[in-house]
């Protein structure tokens, strides 16, 4: 959208700069993309009277002119042919920058000195192309700024506007909103709406849904002819190329009121005017020269024989205003938006008119505009007017009132507004305090805006009249509570970094397997079939999860990858009664290969039972359980000397093993493998209280070791378990750190070395305090366990 800084002051009376215009307008939504001098390059030029024009006495086609500018007469060489004595003049001095680059200088042309230049409109930057040099009306003064004779003394706003604010796509609309923003009364208009009749003779309406407002009146006895200077220098001063005074006029009215026209060569139509729907296959060949072929999806303004224009689109060649034409017959009507939209899409046309249709003009604005556009057209063509036809078709009502909280509005946006000075900002755009619900404000939307339809709607003019820029920056005091992470979160985090830490790799399988797999793991219970199995690989659902890990082994071994630490939590699937099943949540492990692979400094060797079993109590520990003890016992796909159950009181925990030599030559394995499984109690039942942490002592501890020699089938940690009791506050440790059989022991006893630590937080233990301690452990061992020191 363009315009000048004097056009809108046409409409708004304001004594704010054109720069401070631009940056209220910005912070108001309708933002400034370019704000231009249109002085720029008139800086020093000024307007002359030739008092002498002389042949140059050394070329043909030059003369020597004395100008008279102001109080000083300058000579200036000329080469144009369209100047001769008395004419008014536009001088460019000397240091003048004119619009085509050129700096202008005292010089000699052909032995004749220069002070100047007359100038053209082309070199002025005026128009493209010009034949001669620019002459005044003879009227005008002398030595005056050329930019205030033609009006350039000004600037030109270009703004960008996002597609709801179709009602700033004129002038009027862009002094409302500052009105608005300035609370400032829009001036009135010098114009009333008309008196109309309704002439089926003249109009009619068929397509009432594609145009619901239409009117429109005869001028006769118009005379086309150039449009005066001060409407093509501001059509000019935006973009648009002068026609003719009557196209100019509409073209004016277009920007000033954002309403398009369209102006009819009477002789050229056969009243009525008809709207209707195109047909099928119908042509017409619009002012741009294009033959275009219409549907019956597009609205067109035709007479009884064929169609005139594109509604709201284009008008056609056939029907224009010529040189020739002496009646007119002016159109203004309201076309409905999406209709002009779809049509203008189909047919890859682009047009002022069809820019401010689709986005919505004031349907309330369209006799107005028709009467201002005649009283111009009367003034500056002449000829008559006629009454004004007028159609509504009763397909356009006024948008509903919307109702607003003003708390609400203070709450959303973070301001402070009573009612009143919402109501005041509101209604210098237009919008009209109701009556509706209590403690609300209602407003009743104005016809030229379309987009204001709900509460939110309000609250953005409020807020954007208020000004973004004085909304106070402040952060939302916000308290959140995180809510309290579930126990098995907060186990399985426990268990990632604890096993994440140890080396362990977290894996992902399947939860179905074959029926070989689960026959070979476990042969007791038959896993649930699947009724369309992927493959005969995942057939069943699983029971247990160390069958994946071992088929993961399996694959990784047969790669070349001999060290594996695995991990996962899944769910397994138990068959129950009937054909019911219990998902539950286990977590397996899978230690496997050498543990420190070649170096030069530790010998390396195969991850054994008792590696698992160090990193299985130590996740135990992670997870909340301290006292835990593992007996023999374990599923049969284990090693029958090297498999353990899980017990920390009465609950079950799981099993901890080395594969089967005979499972594992069956999966192809060529290493030994540990893996360990523990159930969902483990999980879910882990302990997680914060612990406060016990204070060191301050006194040294002391050492004790005992070689007990036991039965072969004792479990070492039924030893240390008994050795713990005897003391609990003194006894800090109890550590197995040796196990021996041999020919020096009978074949069914083995000897079992343990540290004791003994330490007391209030005192230095004496000799005789640690001996009494020892004393009673040899004591408590051989009545339990008939334990005797080797």
């Known amino acids: ?149 033609i009006g350039r003394d000004d600037h030109l706003f270009e703004l960008s506007l996002t597609p709801n604010r179709g009602d700033c796509l004129g002038v009027r609309g862009i002094a409302r909103e500052l009105g608005a923003l300035t609370q400032t009364p ?124 594109l509604a709201g689109i284009m008008g056609g060649e056939e029907s224009g205003v010529t040189e020739a034409t002496q009646d007119i017959f002016l159109e203004a009507a309201y076309f409905e938006p999406i209709r002009i939209a779809r049509t203008g899409r189909k047919l890859a046309v682009q047009s002022d008119s069809r820019y401010r249709f689709e986005r919505g003009i004031d349907p309330e604005g369209v006799l107005l505009a028709l009467q201002r556009a005649t009283e111009w057209i009367v003034q500056l063509a002449g000829g008559v007017a006629e009454a004004v036809t007028w159609v509504d078709a009763g397909t356009w009502s006024m948008p509903a009132p919307v109702s607003m909280r003003p708390q609400r509005i203070n709450q959303l946006g973070g301001i ?33 805006r379309h987009d204001l339809r709900r509460e939110e709607d309000l609250l953005e003019e409020v807020i954007r009249l208020y000004g973004y820029d004085r909304i106070q920056v402040s952060l939302p005091r916000l308290e959140v509570n995180a ?23 977290e894996v992902i399988n399947y939860a179905f397997i074959s029926a070989e797999l689960q026959q070979q793991f476990n042969p007791t219970l038959r896993g649930t079939a699947l009724l369309n199995p992927i493959s005969a690989e995942q057939a069943v659902l699983r ?43 286990r977590l397996a492990l899978l230690l496997s ?97 914060t612990v406060a942490p016990a204070a060191a002592s301050r006194f040294p501890a002391l050492e004790r070791d005992f070689a007990f020699v036991v039965a072969q089938d004792l479990p070492s940690m039924a030893l240390l378990e008994a050795i713990r009791t005897v003391d609990g506050s003194l006894i800090r440790s109890v550590d197995l750190f040796d196990l021996y059989t041999g020919s020096h022991l009978p074949a069914d006893r083995k000897s079992l070395a343990v540290r004791v630590v003994l330490q007391a937080d209030d005192r230095t233990l004496t000799d005789q305090e640690a001996q009494n301690i020892s004393d009673r452990i040899v004591a408590q061992m051989a009545q339990q366990f008939a334990a005797t020191l080797r």
Request: glycine share 10%.
């Open 416 to 448: 402070a507004l009573s009612p009143e000075a919402m109501s005041t900002m509101l209604g210098y755009l237009g919008c009209r305090l109701v009556d509706g619900p209590p403690h609300q404000l209602t407003f009743q939307p104005p016809s030229h």
């Open 186 to 309: 829009l001036r009135p208009l010098a114009v009333q709406p008309p008196p109309v009749v309704n002439h089926p003779e003249q109009v009619r309406i068929e397509d009432a849904q594609g145009c619901p407002r239409y009117a429109g009146r005869i001028i006769r006895g118009v005379r086309i002819a150039p449009s005066p200077d001060w409407l093509r220098l501001r059509l000019e001063a935006v973009g648009l190329r002068s026609i003719n005074n009557v196209v100019d006029v509409t073209n004016y009215i277009l920007l000033d009121l954002n309403q398009p026209l369209h102006a009819f060569d009477l002789d050229k139509v056969q009243l009525p005017i008809v709207v209707r729907r195109a047909k099928a296959g119908e042509c017409l060949r619009t002012l741009d020269g294009v033959e275009r072929t219409l549907d019956g999806e597009m609205t067109v303004i035709a007479d009884g024989q064929q169609a005139l224009a």
């Open 593 to 689: 290969g050498p543990l420190y692979g070649r170096n030069w400094h530790t010998p390396d060797r195969e991850a054994d039972f008792f590696d698992l079993k160090g990193d299985v109590t130590a996740l135990l520990r992670s997870m909340g359980w301290d006292e835990v003890r593992f007996e023999a016992g374990g599923p049969s796909f284990l090693h029958p000397g090297r498999k353990a159950i899980i017990l920390a009181g009465d609950l079950h925990l799981g099993w901890l093993g080395t594969l089967h030599p005979t499972v594992q030559a069956q999966r192809e394995l060529s290493q030994s493998v540990q893996i360990c499984e523990l159930e969902e109690v483990a999980l879910t039942h882990a302990l997680h209280a």
């Open 1 to 149: 959208m363009k315009l000048t800084y004097r056009w809108l002051l046409e409409h708004l009376e304001s004594s704010l700069t054109p720069q401070v215009i631009g940056e209220r307008l910005t912070m108001a939504g309708l933002e400034l993309e370019g704000l231009t001098d249109l002085r720029r390059g008139l800086e020093r030029v000024q307007t002359g009277t030739l008092l002498v024009v002389a042949p140059h006495p050394n070329a043909d086609r030059l003369t020597v002119c004395q100008v008279q500018v102001g109080a000083e007469c300058l000579t200036i060489v000329c080469g144009a042919t369209n100047h001769r004595q008395g004419d008014k003049v536009a001088v460019a001095r000397e240091g003048a920058q004119l619009a085509n680059g050129m700096t202008i200088c005292i010089s000699q042309v052909r032995g004749q000195r220069s002070e100047g230049m007359l100038c053209s409109r082309a070199e002025l930057g005026l128009s493209g192309s010009s034949e001669g040099i620019l002459i005044l009306p003879p009227e005008t003064a002398d030595g005056l700024p050329l930019s205030t004779v």
């Open 483 to 505: 809510p309290e992470r579930p126990a098995i979160e907060r186990t399985l985090a426990t268990v990632h970094h604890c096993l994440g830490g140890r080396g362990y790799l």
């Open 543 to 585: 029971t247990c999860l160390v069958t994946g890990l071992v088929d993961n082994a399996r694959r990784n071994v047969s790669r070349g990858n001999h060290t594996l630490r695995f991990y996962e939590v899944g769910g397994v699937f138990v068959p129950l009664s009937g054909s019911q099943l219990r998902e539950a949540q």
